[in-house]
């Protein structure tokens, strides 16, 4: 242990994926004993002290800052985690990569193209190692239906279809603005389920079935006016309450994709399913050790959907965990994201998604809100290299 | 049509039964227009005038009669469907086959085993065509299940489990005896739920896995006063509530029985599971056009139970129906059981379950109540042909 | 039953629907006996002399024809069934209407609006009885979804969705043409699964949640040519293989429906969901006898989707059928619909949908059709009355 | 954190188990913030230096040793955790005792009733802390089920069914003996699927629904030789490989019980159902973040059984982790009850399930098997306080 490279991580934020992320750091050791760097739990920052300092002791931070700037300045600091709302993105990795330091950013990547933009030149230039937190690729079954597309079982694609469903913005008296409710503020979050949820939904596919060409998209902000926690008036509501796209991909395929946060009885239903011409699969982030597949070359008569239960060791991810059959949760798409990037410093290859592959799905992103706004198909400028 | 060899039906009993294999009769016509012989309506038989009338009317029988016994001397019935209580199935099964006539009895063939055998004699001594209704059989998706033990796909069987649930007399005010309660009522079910649900479940249990040599049982009467419909007192329940046994199959694998008229929110489920060294099977009445199968065989990274959509023309029987992914339902069941009848006159084969195979069912069914009763492991004495 | 008013039908086209049909007509005595009128199996009708000589026997049609227009001439016809290809609906119901007869057509109306708009002229300069089969309406979960919806139990209505995919014609080898697969010749079906089956999920859709006002739409051909079986030759495919639209409906829900016939794994998957304020509801065609039911007014512990298993006599159409816990299949909703014709005889009210009701569907499939094609929003003109 | 009180803990056992406790002292940290006591992984010891070397510097502990003595014998050790086959866990507990360590055992307490009564002597003269990981009490959704029937929403209960079904030693070449295949020695294991897998759900049983009266029980040992990794020699099997027995609760209702490691297709599924006279329950460890739940007093047209997802704040444990829909894993059952342990060591109260409660636990275990070898029925003895 002793001899493992240490890498000093300084979080950024301290919400939610604030929490995930620093499980994942935190589990590393134990899971993925073999990698040769290690993450050091260096510094937090969040801009209120005593609560920066309660999770600075509850999770094992050696410091904590209240200025994210402090961060960027410290030569102690190897790599930035930036879990802040969406609205900081941008500048914080600007930041961060004009000191060289290795970002891990959460999506998604920018509010905006032009952000994003900002900040894929920024790494570039810099040349520090990135990734973006589009946590669900690390999902074992999802990773299994990415290997099971790759191995040619599916033939030609048809179909992609997604949702994101929530149903937690129903009640009009949910604010916008503030720390719980901020993706509900279109200034801190640039967009509402399609930045949110679609995007997750956008990246899997593309990783999965390749690049998007165009999109035909509608957006409904169901509740018009909300208050706002910062300025205490009911306002307008900036953001898309709702977004169904369509479109077609490079290969020919019909994708389908919608995202609310209206879906009464959903908390995170994320669904994708994916048709070929001799077989299909279908995924539920509800449900998600489980993979269900249909193999057209099963014999006819006993021929149908298969649910597989995605726990075996010859199973992705999953030799790291307990037995067969005994199941794993949302957390560990994190560490297995948090392992792979510390064994991408190690074997030198890219830890996608890179900032480069979510600046193709902040693409998609913008031109979906382009569509909804001229109601009219656009082109997304997509080349996926996946 | 017309030459088609006409067989003169008479129902005795019009409730639940009555109007299911009535139906059954009345669909063979459409959809197994090749059978050479055919079933008409010529009587039914029920003791309330105005309501057998009324009956016969609106499902179309040429006659009726309020006595059994002026069925079996009419010379124009060739075969006596018996869909009475329990207690007056030998009575009429004995007449009925000292005058030649075919039968088709429901089921339980009897209240006891000594009753089952004197119709079994009966049946024997005359050489008539016979069947008990054992429906389930005939569900597509249970007839595939056992097609696929029969070719061998599981190996050696470790465990075969079944059950059957209900929650409809729950309320002690649920009365015992009557048109509607008869089923409550020892004198006139003989038994509760072994006889009504368990013998489903002994019947399907053994045409696929076997026969089975012994048992150790328990039940229970959970309500243990119901006012009896006829004599309108309160009177001790006599029948069983609830029945479970464990047992050894003649192929040495392990059999588990459940049923219960107390299991709140199932209306009638009835289930089995069979576990084979390669492969296992699962069905669900309640999802009847389903079967579930998982293949050991199958790549190990996409392995997985399957859910087969039985409603395919390679699929039993299902070429007489609609088109793939269209469902049928439970009455479908009595419709392909009496196809069978039919087509048996044809073949010259014995339509199973005849009376020898039910009496068979009974012999678990004695064992299971005696030894309960005795709180002991019993022999069935089964000597199963299938 | 000798003093039931008959009404004399006469099927034309004896394919899948005429079975469908016929089976109910056939069914209506038995199962809903106290209907004052009732259908007579008069005349058959189809090209093929044979065929149709064996259609009417199997099925007990008191006659049968070979050219349509003898059917119309015939004064002993009351209705007239219209279940031939797409092509010849208007032309049939034109004639039948000039001459009086009530009509029974197979959906879709019509293979264009403007085909449609002479129907519902015809019938209405007429004034004769008419409905149109988009049967799943009289699938009991769906009626009771219907009912859910109307009770106001969902409150203000987010989403609606629905898609109906099907897998039969990925082989590039099937043809187009003929009387199996006269569903994939534009010229005998006017579109592909736009009016095959999307038309019955905006049927539905309609039905229980309002006009849709405009759509947004993609279609897609992946099997660009195919032989015709009428002229021998490769030709191009001129109908839709697959096609998705969101739309806006009156009530300012967001609407989302896709179809088609390259989903590997999914025979005849129809399902529809329906988020609103206070509760949800899901339907699927492949498990027909449950409706899934989401109310957010349950106690928050012990909140959850709910699956109705809807066989109970309380629960639309299930009195006329078995036992509760027993459920029925697809033919069931054709038996209801003509049930519910006949009984609209007696009551003198419509038996929706109507052909203006339908015509209404038309629209919509119309716009989304002209949608696709222009690749940009359409209205649809209707106006919902339903 | 500084203040917060040390407890030194050795583990005993560096297997499956030793990993998913360690995992659970430590995220108590991070998930338990609040909790006065914190665990120290002061040692871990195995018999292998290498192994048990490398165990401790992946998971971080401060020692090692190899030989057990050692550790009771270290005054640096407060709390001793047992993690070995279970022919060790009497001695283990026994010397801990004596030398007044806090003690956690795995399940089952010990291999026989006789050994399990000298432990909870032991650990009653110790007077020392003392629980037994049966670790399912802790899935969130066994703990809502708890609550529930707790609460008196099930009125009378009538039926408990529970399984645990496995497939992993179906082939033939498995051996018996040895560090992964220990259970299958009855030296080692005491029994086989009765003491490792039955046990969990007897206790769940007992502590949700109250006492088990008297069984009746069979066992089967289908493989009857193997090959010992000890001896290298082929001997008999002295496990039971599937056992099923029948009971009865003190509260009157039946219970039914079964498990197997030969059930074909499944991994780890554990099972149970509660049926009461006003609703029922269900759950299923391979969907562990869901319970099933019928409500007969739900109005009867959309009754059903709800699919609970148990991933809410106001569901047991949830609001440790993180957000509404977000499932947790099997490991979180371990977390869980460690927590629960140092809160107990706060609040003075026993951490149940105690080697009390286990003990009661064993006896059901020891009248099942005497029960199967004597084939008869067995009083338990049981005086469960749960």
Same mark, same amino acid.
């Given at each position: ?8 991580v300084a979080l950024i934020g301290?919400?939610?994926m604030g929490?995930?992320h620093t499980?994942g750091y ?10 040769? &760097?290690?993450p050091?739990l260096a510094a937090v920052c ?13 999770? =094992? &931070? ?9 961060i ?5 600091i190897?790599a930035v985690d930036i879990c802040t ?7 914080i990795?600007?930041?961060a990569?004009?000191?060289?330091k290795m970002i891990l950013c959460e ?5 905006? +193209? ?17 990734t973006?937190w589009?946590? &669900? ?14 191995? =040619? ?11 994101? +469903? ?36 956008? #990246? ?45 991909? #490079? ?35 509800? #449900? ?23 726990? #075996? ?25 948090a392992?792979?990037f ?16 979510? &600046? ?25 290299? =996946?």
């Amino acid at each position: 242990m002793s001899e493992k490279k240490q890498i000093r991580v300084a979080l950024i934020g301290s919400g939610l994926m604030g929490r995930t992320h620093t499980n994942g750091y935190k589990r590393i050791g134990d899971f993925f004993p073999e990698l040769e &760097y290690r993450p050091v739990l260096a510094a937090v920052c969040s801009r209120n002290e005593e609560k920066v300092k309660a999770f600075a002791e509850q999770w =094992g &931070y050696e410091s904590y800052e209240t200025d994210w700037r402090k961060i960027i300045e410290r030569d102690d600091i190897d790599a930035v985690d930036i879990c802040t709302p969406n609205d900081t993105h941008a500048e914080i990795a600007l930041a961060a990569a004009a000191k060289g330091k290795m970002i891990l950013c959460e999506k998604p990547l920018a509010r905006t +193209l032009a952000e994003a933009k900002t900040m894929v030149d920024a790494i570039e230039a810099a040349g520090v190692k990135n990734t973006v937190w589009y946590n &669900y690729r690390r999902v074992p079954a999802v990773t299994l239906a990415k290997q099971i597309v790759d191995s =040619g079982k599916l033939g030609r694609i048809f179909h992609y279809r997604a949702n994101f +469903l929530q149903d937690w913005t129903i009640s009009p008296d949910v604010p916008q603005g503030g720390t719980a409710t901020w993706r509900l503020d279109a200034d801190a979050a640039g967009s509402g389920v399609t930045g949110d949820l679609l995007a997750h939904c956008i #990246d899997t596919a593309m990783w999965i079935n390749g690049g998007i060409k165009d999109v035909s998209a509608v957006t409904e902000t169901f509740i018009k006016e909300r208050k706002h926690t910062g300025t205490g008036e009911v306002q307008k509501v900036g953001i898309d309450d709702a977004c169904i796209f369509h479109c077609h991909f #490079d290969n020919g395929s019909l994708g389908l994709f919608e995202s609310t946060r209206y879906a009464r009885g959903h908390k995170a239903l994320y669904t994708f399913e994916i048709n070929g011409e001799h077989a299909s699969i279908r995924w539920d982030l509800h #449900d998600l050790n489980r993979l269900e597949y249909f193999d057209h070359s099963d014999d006819s008569i006993v021929r149908g959907w298969r649910s597989i239960l995605v726990t #075996d060791g010859d199973q992705p991810y999953m030799k790291r965990w307990w037995i067969p059959g005994t199941s794993i949760g949302y957390e560990h798409s994190f560490i297995h994201q948090a392992a792979d990037f510390f064994e991408s410093l190690q074997t030198g290859k890219p830890c996608s998604p890179t900032f480069k592959d979510a &600046y193709e799905t902040q693409k998609v992103c913008e031109a979906v809100l382009d569509s909804a706004a001229s109601k009219s198909w656009k082109d997304t400028g997509v080349h996926w290299e =996946g």
